[in-house]
């Protein structure tokens, strides 16, 4: 026989009550839901620096042992020098005539920061005499947006977003704070992987590098070099910044790290939550007792009241997530209006793993009461116990 | 309709001082009519109602309902029962302290009948006012809210009514405005009114007295 069990009517009649208890369904979705956004701003913004700037510029300072030039083999350091300085040079060459390779520069770099909201990253963009500006810029796909391009030595041209995220301007002065006032920024660029270029100012710099103005093909810098008869390594004292590299401090630096933040955060906000609604569902359901009892003396089973309670649950449950999620979106343009666009950065905004992850957290919640809920229920007594 | 043979329950089974609340009786109810099961406090009464409306197990004995011995089938049969064919007025009402009046009275209703006009319908005849339909119990004096709990005993239309102390809680007027309800719902039923008040069963069919955990006397006809 069907039973006459509302689910709705519990919640529509103690609205204050069920409110609460979804409106913390509602907070613990959101705050799940945002704290993964806000993290991953870090790694989305990120994103372009580490994983598409670098498939275009590879950047590396190869040590003359390693282009096959030994101090031992030389009477004095200036000879040593120029050795390893022209051994360097015909490296440059070699590595040129590759088709996959469009140019290559041994040039100074200057490193630009760019804060996500938790961390960030650093990087190295080239500074080129101001005849080589449009190649580099044409190279990366980088459109000037505003101002101009550098005409005189100690000028560059900064990404959008990085200038936003510094708080600089064209005009300004780059990283006054780092550098002081050496670099002037002329003009603002645009392209999708946040490149830079700008114009060397006597030694001002963050190293020098052999800067490869490279592909996808030409991109890994250990194999490219490895072609033409170098093999380079960090062990020997090369410093290399290309792809994987970058791949490696993205996935490891950036994306483990805001993954088991994210992780760490969801887990303690679970088991807060989980707490928490043990303690409201037993209040709620010893504040029923005698209408459960009641139900069974007039010929309800257990399974039915379960059912019942079940159902009561899914609802709340379900409320609860569409109220988190309105709150999320909420918080979201709020968050993208006042930290995320005016700092330069990237966020994803809808996150389907995190969603799932919300999800299944929620899931395990349900399980969890379903301690609390069995207990209940299979404590119900008919009303002549109750009245014995 | 109910033929009970032998029927004996006893509470603490395990210890030395066992308490027999029925000590072996044999009893037969009609089909239809008021009944009243009156003993003082501590009688056997009420565990002799909860015992034949299947709340309760016997211990030893059988309750034969319709031929078929209900303290022998399955829990699930036991709630079919209850919901189908008993209904129940407790001493205190048990209303559900959140829904309305009707409400109340609807949640025992059998799903898919016309429920809200049957109960609205049990409501007027038992004296509620329309206004007072959507009122919870917090709201309803003692007298309307055990109106209320007869009318959801009654909204499953069942065979039998069982009705523990349902007047404790009423003033003189309610009792035998209860009473007659009662009365006239077991014209072509069976009510079993379990009482320690003589004075509510003035109208009864048949009077079953208790006294120690068995039946000391049943009289008959008496309306």
């Known amino acids: 026989m069907k039973n006459r069990l509302s689910a709705t009517k519990y919640i529509k009649n103690n609205k204050r009550t069920c409110f609460v208890l979804i409106l913390a369904l ?17 790694v989305e913004s990120v994103k372009p620096i580490t994983l598409e700037l670098p498939k275009h510029i590879a950047l590396a300072n190869v040590t003359y042992g390693s282009l096959g030039v030994n101090r031992a083999d030389y009477p004095d350091q200036e000879s040593y020098e120029n050795a390893g300085s022209q051994a360097r040079d015909e490296f440059c060459k070699r590595l040129e ?24 990253v650093g990087f190295n963009f080239p500074l080129v005499p101001p005849e080589q500006v449009p190649e580099v810029l044409a190279h990366v796909g980088a459109k000037l947006t505003e101002g101009r391009l550098p005409a005189d030595d100690g000028e560059v041209l900064i990404d959008e977003r990085i200038l936003r995220n510094g708080g600089m301007k064209v005009g300004d002065w780059f990283q006054k704070d780092s550098y002081g006032e050496v670099f002037k920024i002329v003009g603002a660029i645009r392209s999708d992987e946040m490149a830079c270029v700008g114009t060397p100012r006597g030694y001002y710099n963050s190293g020098w590098f052999i800067t490869v103005l490279c592909n996808e093909n030409s991109c890994d810098f250990t194999k490219l070099a490895a072609k033409y008869g170098v093999t380079p390594s960090e062990a020997d004292g090369d410093v290399i910044d290309d792809i994987v590299t970058n791949r490696d401090l993205y996935e490891h630096d950036v994306a483990d790290s805001v993954e088991a933040t994210v992780a ?125 | 309709m ?32 008021l009944v009243g099961i009156i003993g003082p406090s501590g009688s056997g009464k009420s565990t002799l109602m909860y015992c034949i409306s299947t709340l309760k197990k016997p211990t030893e004995g059988s309750v034969v ?84 709990a007869i009318a959801l005993a009654m909204i499953n239309d069942p065979k039998v009514v ?28 069976l009510v079993l009114v379990v009482t320690h008040d003589r004075s ?20 008959k006809d008496r309306a």
């Open chain 2, 200 to 219: 509510i069963l003035t109208d009864v069919d048949m009077m079953v007295e208790m006294w120690d955990g068995t039946v000391s006397n049943v009289t």
């Open chain 1, 26 to 42: 509602a907070l613990t979705f959101m705050a799940m839901y945002v704290i993964a956004y806000i993290m991953s701003a870090t």
């Open chain 1, 264 to 388: 760490v955060i969801m887990l303690v906000t679970m088991i807060f939550l989980s707490i928490s609604m043990i303690v409201a569902y037993v209040s709620f359901m010893r504040n029923r007792v005698n209408e459960y009892c009641l139900y069974v003396s007039i010929g309800y089973s257990r399974s039915e009241i379960y059912g019942m309670i079940m159902r009561e649950m899914m609802l709340m449950f379900t409320a609860g997530i569409l109220l988190g999620a309105a709150f999320s979106v909420g918080c979201i343009k709020v968050l993208e209006g006042i930290v995320i666009e005016p700092k330069g950065l990237v966020a994803k905004v809808f996150m389907k793993d995190q969603l799932l992850r919300i999800l299944g957290a929620f899931v395990m919640i349900i399980g969890v009461l379903q301690i609390p809920v069995i207990v209940s229920v299979y404590k119900i007594k008919t009303i002549d116990l109750i009245e014995d």
């Open chain 1, 97 to 120: 005539s590759d088709p996959d390779v469009e140019k290559v520069y041994f040039i100074q770099t200057l490193m630009a920061g760019y804060v996500g909201v938790v961390g960030g």
């Open chain 2, 162 to 189: 069982f009705a523990d102390e349902p007047t404790a809680s009423l003033d003189h007027e309610n009792a035998f405005n209860v009473m007659r309800i009662l009365k006239e719902y077991s014209k072509d039923r």
């Open chain 2, 2 to 33: 109910f033929e009970i043979k032998n029927i004996s329950k006893i509470y603490d089974m395990d210890t030395d001082e066992k308490m027999y609340a029925l000590a072996g009786f044999d009893l037969t109810l009609p089909d239809t009519g």
């Open chain 2, 65 to 148: 309902y319709n031929g078929t011995d209900i303290t022998e089938i399955p829990d699930r049969a036991r709630e079919k029962l209850r919901r189908t064919e008993f209904g129940f007025v407790f001493q205190k009402h048990y209303l559900v302290p959140y829904m309305s009046a009707l409400d109340n009275v609807i949640v025992a209703a059998p799903a898919g009948s016309n429920a809200e006009e049957k109960a609205k319908e049990a409501l007027r005849t038992l004296g509620l006012k329309e206004r007072e339909f959507g009122k919870r119990p917090a709201k309803l004096s003692g007298g309307q809210c055990q109106r209320v």
